[in-house]
């Protein structure tokens, strides 16, 4: 999509429809405040369609998502997803 080898923050907020523009201190937060949120709700997405695509398999999940199976663990405690 970018012609540039590492895709920046504001290329994710762009495509996402939400080009940051720093105004203040406060706002600012609130930006990277809502960029986390963006990122851990796509993740947490992610991991949910990729385990039913594996049946609920941890390791084939893990292995499509190029993780370690404890790591993916550590993942789905972390977003209180259900198997």
């Known amino acids: 999509m970018y012609p ?3 895709i920046t923050r504001e290329h994710i907020l762009e495509e996402l429809s939400l080009k940051f523009h720093p105004m203040n201190t406060n706002k600012t937060a609130a930006r990277a405040h809502d960029f986390r949120t963006l990122m851990n ?5 992610l991991i ?5 695509q594996h049946n609920g398999n941890l390791q084939n ?3 499509a998502l190029g993780m370690h199976r404890t790591t993916l ?3 789905i405690h972390k ?3 259900i198997l």
């Open 4 to 6: 540039q080898t590492k």
């Open 41 to 45: 709700n796509f993740e947490k997405e």
């Open 48 to 52: 949910h369609q990729t385990l039913r």
């Open 61 to 63: 999940a893990a292995e």
């Open 73 to 75: 663990m550590r993942k």
């Open 79 to 81: 977003y209180n997803s």
